[in-house]
T-cell receptor, first 113, second 112 residues
Framework: DQQVKQNSPSLSVQEGRISILNCDYT??????FLWYKKYPAEGPTFLIS?????DKNEDGRFTVFLNKSAKHLSLHIVPSQPGDSAVYFC????????????FGTGTKLQVIP | ETGVTQSPTHLIKTRGQQVTLRCSSQ?????VSWYQQALGQGPQFIFQ???????GRGNFPPRFSGLQFPNYSSELNVNALELDDSALYLC???????????FGPGTRLTVL
């Protein structure tokens, strides 16, 4: 049972344009949502997070939006840069923290120069 | 400050064997979590150790076990290996249970 779903396995975007990565979840007990970025041969690195009490969190070029009623979140990268090319994982946990984090299957983003 | 390291990088075992994977956490991090990432999937939580005690477990059978040591190192042991155990195994350390996790590069296990 995939509780966190990333339905787009891959995404290609032109450099300078906006990248939008989407994520859906089914478990209403999830309270905290995270995005991780993973380069080949490296472990995932934390990118940005959002608590269920918020609907938007911004950090530089990265913004995460949360729609609780739709159980949907999205990551916006503006402007996209070639160095952003990586696999992005959406993840969720049951409380503000990092216990038993449930990951999605990932979206491979390619930013074309 | 060194990051999270894991050894070995790659490992090949045969079905039925036992394997031990190692992780060295960042200094001062008293929490370590282990994840299994099968091909084309996201990391799946195996268990977490806090101050050398198991502090939560995912949906994995008892043949997956772990240890955490006072020197910030930890082990993941898998007995009676099955073909489906072939995956990338990631460890992640954090300062406390509810703190940000820092991942190692993983160990690629292949079971033949």
């Amino acid at each position: 049972d995939q509780q966190v779903k990333q339905n787009s396995p891959s995404l290609s975007v032109q450099e300078g344009r906006i990248s939008i990565l989407n994520c859906d979840y089914t478990n209403s007990m999830f309270d905290y949502f995270l995005w991780y970025k993973k380069y080949p041969a490296e472990g995932p690195t934390f990118l940005i997070s959002i608590s269920s009490i918020k609907d938007k969190n911004e950090d530089g070029r990265f913004t995460v939006f949360l729609n609780k009623s739709a159980k949907h979140l999205s990551l916006h990268i503006v402007p996209s840069q070639p160095g952003d090319s990586a696999v992005y994982f959406c993840a969720a946990s049951g409380r503000r923290g990092y216990q038993k984090v449930t990951f999605g299957t990932g979206t491979k983003l390619q930013v074309i120069p | 400050e060194t990051g999270v390291t894991q050894s070995p990088t790659h490992l090949i075992k045969t079905r039925g064997q036992q394997v031990t994977l190692r992780c060295s956490s960042q200094s001062g991090h008293n929490t370590v979590s282990w994840y299994q990432q099968a091909l084309g999937q996201g990391p799946q939580f195996i268990f977490q150790y806090y101050r050398e005690e198991e502090n939560g477990r995912g949906n994995f059978p008892p043949r997956f076990s772990g240890l955490q040591f006072p020197n910030y190192s930890s082990e993941l042991n898998v007995n009676a290996l099955e073909l489906d155990d072939s995956a990338l195994y990631l460890c992640a350390s954090s300062l406390e249970v509810l703190s940000e996790q820092f991942f190692g590069p993983g160990t690629r296990l292949t079971v033949l």
